[in-house]
């Protein structure tokens, strides 16, 4: 229900969580405010499959302080008496974050993208405020509609009263790690640490200054992982599994991506060269982070990075010499590299045997030329495990000259902007790789759907569009690639605002050091949730296989308006589905 608010000192409405609000559109929502002319919604109504859940957004105006004011949630009751109780409603609110980027310097806006867990908090006169709803529906609840209420207290007073309706359909959603779509975002435990540690990017990892371009992998050499800020890295791993992420991230060795502004990435495993010219390796981080990521249901694929990094070869501790040393080998495909390379395999082969996780393994790159693809592939194919099994081989894909190479290639993912030029048959493609028992997925990077400037929607669209064009899954750079100072501006030095993290860590000073949300990674989640309802209704109802083509097909470019309406007519699907299981 829309109504002019009473009250001149707050208004107080639900918002549309698929866009932007802007603190800076303040002044003008002010005067219509007071002309009577922006009306209130008091009453959300939502849906959800069992197992599921829901999300909605509250804006609020607020002309004089309130302190200490609450979101208050009520149980949802059903009127046969059904429940879904309190502690299954998540109200909190939302923090801005500035975006800047020394190279996209036209971006400069304050956004509400930190999903913060507060529920209380001083609501400062002369703003707008924003809360984030989660209804999560437990896998028991039975079928109906619940309704409660969620309302803003202050001082013993209810300053305002949302009506909440959730209908919850009698169709259960598996767990993420169940699903079938598949969801690569890379992860930066090392940015973690370096963020809870307190310390500076220079002082962490060794920059010879905090503006300096070429980081330092000599210094990159001696940082592992310290447990103490494990329970950092299990409540990201936690919000990563909630989305449906599948794949472990590690890093063979330093810095493969040559990422340094603001957080290079050590490598997981520790090279030696010994006097006598051999070499031995230190696997303790890389066993513990993959050991954390399985822990948290993040099992399908350990991606390697990367015998074609982008900025170093192989650093090593020389004992020859009594330093770290970086030795190129003359890049992929050279004789020196080659030799260092199979060296080291070999041993990665025994250690991943060793582990029970060669299987699950491959030796990934990102946006390599053909030459360098090439090399690598045939790195692999020269080194059979004791089964006679090579590595698989996998990589993003930005460009069509490694196209001849896609068939040596377990796992591709193609950027997204291919699909309508150089790999316009990405259907056919995806499909034909299917068969052979192949992954192909669509990647989106920079400026494209889940940066912090881009509205919350496109992240659900990204993985609407994976499915229009019948790929498995989608990559995106980056999960939790920090920045100096993360919680008050999205501000790498080269990418796009919010290009490395659609996550949030807590104060660096915080004791429980539990990751935070966003908006955008939050309609990341709702697209692999709907995507899978898809998927399921397909496969349970054939009936509806044209329909649901038909209507992902019809996928048009307006990505809000989009998510909006292929929500309803997911929700359309779901019910009639209900409605055929029990005929």
Known sequence: MKHSSADKRLWASVGNNNTHIYPDDY????????????????DWSGWAWRNDHANSRIDFLVQEDIPAAALVCTDLWSQSQAVIGREHVAATYLQTIGTCSH??????????????????????????????????????????????????????????????????????????????????????????????????????????????????PHSLYYITLDKKYQPALESQLDLYHRAGGNAITVSIVEDPWNSRKPCP????????????GTFSWDYTDMDYWVELNMKHGI???????????VGWGFVYYDEAVGKVVNDSGGGPGAEGWRKI??????????????????????????????????????????????RGKTLKVGGAVNGKTVRPLYDRMADISLWEYLVDGEVSDIKELAEDRRKKGLRTTLYSCGAG?????????????????SYKYKTDGILRWALDKFD?????????????????YLIYPEEKDSV???????????????????????????????????????????????????????????LSLSRRAVYAADA
């Open 27 to 42: 002044e003008a929502m002010l005067k219509r405010f007071l002309g009577g002319r922006l009306d209130e919604v008091r």
């Open 103 to 216: 190279n996209y310097r036209y971006i400069d806006a304050d956004i509400f993208d930190i999903i913060d867990h507060k529920s209380k908090k001083d609501l400062r006169a002369g703003m707008i405020h924003q809360a984030w709803v989660d209804v999560y529906v437990p896998r028991d609840t039975p079928a109906g509609v619940y309704r409660g209420t969620l309302s803003l207290e202050s001082g013993g007073r209810t300053l305002a009263e949302f009506s909440y309706t959730i209908e919850v359909l009698g169709l259960t959603l598996p767990d993420p790690e169940d699903w079938e779509t598949y969801l690569e975002l890379w992860t930066y435990p090392y940015a973690a640490n370096r963020h809870y540690s307190g310390r500076s990017n220079a002082d962490f990892f060794g920059f010879t200054t905090p503006e300096d371009q070429d980081t330092n």
């Open 265 to 276: 990435y050590p490598s997981m495993i520790k090279w030696v060269k010994h006097t006598d």
């Open 299 to 309: 099992n399908r694929q350990i991606n390697l990075y990367s015998f074609a990094g």
């Open 341 to 386: 390379s199979q060296t080291f395999l070999k041993d990665l082969i025994a250690h991943l045997e060793e582990k029970g996780w060669f299987d699950i393994a491959c030796l990934n790159m990102d946006e390599r030329t053909y030459d360098w693809t090439k090399a690598v592939i045939e790195l692999a194919e020269s080194m059979p495990n004791s």
């Open 449 to 465: 759907k889940m940066a912090t400037p881009n509205q919350p929607a496109e992240a659900a669209y990204a993985v609407y569009e």
């Open 484 to 500: 100096e100072d993360p919680l008050h501006a999205a501000c790498h030095y080269t990418c796009y605002p919010g290009d490395c």
């Open 512 to 570: 429980t050091m539990k990751a935070r949300s966003s908006p955008r990674y939050e309609k990341l989640c709702e697209g692999m949730r709907d995507v899978e309802k898809l998927r399921m209704i397909r496969a349970l109802f054939p009936a509806y296989a044209q329909e649901i083509d038909a209507l992902i097909d019809s996928l048009g470019k307006d990505m809000p308006a989009e998510v909006e309406r292929m929500r309803a007519a997911i």
